[in-house]
């Protein structure tokens, strides 16, 4: 396949600049009325939503490929799992971060403290999206970005404003349809939590959502609370920030969450993934009293790390995997998704690594223990940041990615308050494909590994990072293509 994917209809759409803002008008509409809103960065209000960015038509996608990502989460749920239980590999492949990062030091330190004291709960549940770019240097296949085990987000908003399928409806393109993948995300993370609830085995019992002091993606968080309302009417959510939780919430004597009077069954969290969460002492030790609890968290603590991206660098090792896979033929499958993941610690492989990303910059991604979009380096400023710290621990804290190359095609970018010329311009874009996963487990025993829907997210080829979140990227959804 060229580095070029033709769209999925012939462009630009033949509208006239009447019929085409029309359309363009109609489907913001559509989509901010089916709960494709998002609250505004620039002017925040508790009683407003601005539409959320998305492109006018799906972005095209292999569907050989699109299938390999669906068959493999199951895998990667359960590699997630059994590293998350390797206090050893933990360890061993975030000794050297800790040191020199203070967030990733901070989680580790409630790992530890929890890990001492004796797991008070010994069921988890993981919602987890394996992120994915295809690579034209490798015969146009997917290769993993990263693994996010924590705030997974998106599930709920792309499956539940399904727009593109309103686009073709408006176009009269009804035989293209079918070639929109069913996508069931929302159903399936909610009905995650609630067998977690159903495991915990205590009808009075309450789910506890965690979320930001400001929450700009309302709609997507919401839209669990309400699918979880839908499918378990009974179950009572209690959303609550970390801030909040340290003032209002405790721990009973034997170790019961208690929040308004409930003993919480399952905490969700969809903050608690950046420094920006915790304003001080209090938000950790908000996270700390809920990871004492005997609350199912999701994720615990120890799913936490797994996701961290020194965690991802080190499973790509040669032979890593197979400590934690028996089976070769799956070792082989989830190998063939991972790109170049390189160690910068003071030691001879991270010396070999900082000299290839000095000689050439470009081919590369530099970055830290973070989530939540827009901190990774690229090209000139991977040089500054390694000259800067060359001789120091800081670059431990760091790792280095083969920079995957996808294919370019073209779109439209529709955002909030863009004019007519803005909406019809044709912009060359990459596209990122994120499958979602479901694990429950009760110790050792694996109750639930699903597969359980998709997201898509575009971005322009001129921008680096890919966060809706962060208002780079945009929402998609796959157009399949045979190969």
Known sequence: MAANLNPCISLPINLSENDFQDLVQKVKDWTIMHGGGMRSKTQFSYDSLTVAPFTLLPSVFPRSEFQKAVAIQPMLNELTHRVSNDHE????????????????????????????????????????????????????????????????????????????????????????????????????????????????????????????????????????????????????????????????????????????????????????????????????????????????????????????????????????????????????EIRKVFTGLYALDLDENGDKAVKMALDAPDRFVMKPQREGGGNNLYGEDIRIKLMSCMKSKERSAWILMDKINPPVQQNYLIRPNQDYEKNSTLSEVLSEMGIFGIILCDGDEIVINEQVGHMMRTKLTSCNEGGVHAGDGVLDSPFLIDD
């Open 89 to 332: 590999f933990l360890y061993s492949c975030l000794e050297k971060t800790i040191e020199v990062d203070e967030f990733t030091r901070n989680l580790y330190k409630i790992y530890e403290t929890t890990k001492n004291e004796g797991f008070t709960q010994s069921r988890c549940l993981g919602l987890l999206r394996s992120d994915y770019l295809l690579d034209v240097c490798n015969s146009t296949s997917v290769k993993q970005v990263e693994m996010n085990t924590i705030a997974s987000s998106f599930g709920g908003l792309t499956s539940s404003a399904p727009t593109h399928r309103f686009v073709f409806q408006q176009l009269g393109m009804l035989d293209k349809l079918n070639l929109l993948p069913e996508n069931k995300a929302l159903q399936g993370l909610s009905s995650g939590i609630i067998k977690a609830w159903e495991l915990f085995n205590e009808k009075d019992s309450a789910i506890l959502v965690i979320i930001e002091n400001q929450p700009m993606n309302i709609c997507d968080q919401r839209f669990h609370q309400f699918e979880i309302a839908r499918q378990r009417p009974e179950i009572k959510v209690i959303v609550k920030t970390l801030t909040q939780m340290s003032n209002e919430a405790k721990l009973s004597d034997s170790k019961d969450l208690l929040v308004q009077g409930k003993k919480v069954a399952v905490v969700y969290y969809r903050a608690g993934y950046s420094p920006d969460h915790y304003f001080g002492e209090a938000e950790w030790s908000a996270r700390l009293m809920i990871e004492r609890s005997t609350a199912i968290k999701c994720p615990n603590i120890q799913y936490h790390l797994a996701g961290t991206k020194k965690v991802q660098q080190a499973l790509a090792t040669p032979g890593t995997l197979e400590r934690f896979v028996k089976d070769p033929q799956k070792v082989a």
